[in-house]
């Protein structure tokens, strides 16, 4: 169950950078620099805080998850 566990949230990780990078690449390709400003305010820092937060929230529990005795905890 604990390799699962971890398996499951590394893919989440690679998930929400992989998001990330596109969100950041479709920023950039907006026509005007007005647009791009924008579309960074609007959309890419509050999903970027998102992301970010998920990612740390899913490392700090896969931290925990290996831990002495979670492995009891996990299986409950």
Not at 25 to 54: D, F, I, Q
Request: net charge positive; aromatic share 10%.
């Amino acid at each position: 169950m604990t390799f699962f566990l971890t398996f499951l949230g590394l893919f989440w990780c690679t998930a929400s950078i992989v998001a990330l990078a596109t969100l950041l690449t479709w920023r950039e390709r907006a026509a005007t620099p007005p647009e791009r400003s924008r579309r960074l305010l609007a959309v890419v820092l509050p999903a970027a805080a998102l992301l970010l937060g998920s990612v740390l929230w899913t490392l700090l529990h896969v931290m925990l998850l290996w831990g002495p005795g979670a492995a009891a905890v996990a299986a409950q």
